[in-house]
């Protein structure tokens, strides 16, 4: 049999197991599904305070906001684009991560466990490229993340 065929063979078999198992989650790396690329609803403005991040799992997207404004970007580790999960060795202790930590934390892939910064950076890999940041709008104390348009790490939308 070959690698390719068996490694593939190995991930189906892990996804199965991994849904059996957690009913209402999805095993990382399971499935070839796409994140969503269409806008979405973030929440409202007071929904996010400052030096807190929130997972959207349903988007594959983190937001956060620091003293520059409300930032987005990709929930997927670009090494084998498997859902990266928020740690906190303080304040985090869920067995698969939490949906909602502070800053101070980590993200990181618990496949291969690369890690990434508060900004998406790789900090540990395999992975080598960082999180790919989104277009966030706020209006109307509205916050709208769109996962089709990247921007530079650096961009954050203030408050209208």
């Given at each position: 049999?070959?690698?390719?065929?068996?490694?593939?063979?190995?991930?189906?078999?892990?996804?199965?197991v991994g849904a059996?198992?957690?009913?209402?989650?999805?095993?990382?790396?399971?499935?070839?599904?796409?994140?969503?690329?269409?806008?979405?609803?973030?929440?409202?403005?007071?929904?996010?305070?400052?030096?807190?991040?929130?997972?959207?799992?349903?988007?594959?997207?983190?937001?956060?906001?620091?003293?520059?404004?409300?930032?987005?970007?990709?929930?997927?580790?670009?090494?084998?684009?498997?859902?990266?999960?928020?740690?906190?060795?303080?304040?985090?202790?869920?067995?698969?991560?939490?949906?909602?930590?502070?800053?101070?934390?980590?993200?990181?892939?618990?496949?291969?466990?690369?890690?990434?910064?508060?900004?998406?950076?790789?900090?540990?890999?395999?992975?080598?490229?960082?999180?790919?940041?989104?277009?966030?709008?706020?209006?109307?104390?509205?916050?709208?993340?769109?996962?089709?348009?990247?921007?530079?790490?650096?961009?954050?939308?203030?408050?209208?």
């Open positions: 049999m070959s690698d390719e065929k068996q490694a593939m063979e190995r991930r189906t078999f892990l996804c199965v059996v198992g957690v009913a209402t989650t999805v095993a990382p790396g399971c499935g070839t599904t796409a994140p969503t690329t269409a806008p979405f609803s973030a929440g409202r403005v007071a929904d996010h305070p400052m030096g807190v991040w929130k997972l959207y799992a349903a988007e594959s997207v983190i937001v956060g906001r620091d003293a520059g404004g409300y930032y987005a970007f990709s929930a997927m580790c670009p090494h084998e684009s498997n859902m990266v999960e928020l740690v906190n060795s303080t304040a985090c202790t869920a067995p698969t991560g939490c949906t909602s930590i502070n800053m101070t934390g980590l993200t990181r892939c618990p496949v291969h466990f690369s890690r990434f910064d508060a900004n998406g950076a790789v900090i540990v890999g395999p992975a080598t490229s960082p999180l790919a940041h989104y277009q966030v709008a706020v209006a109307s104390g509205e916050i709208t993340v769109s996962p089709a348009v990247t921007v530079a790490a650096a961009v954050r939308s203030m408050s209208a």
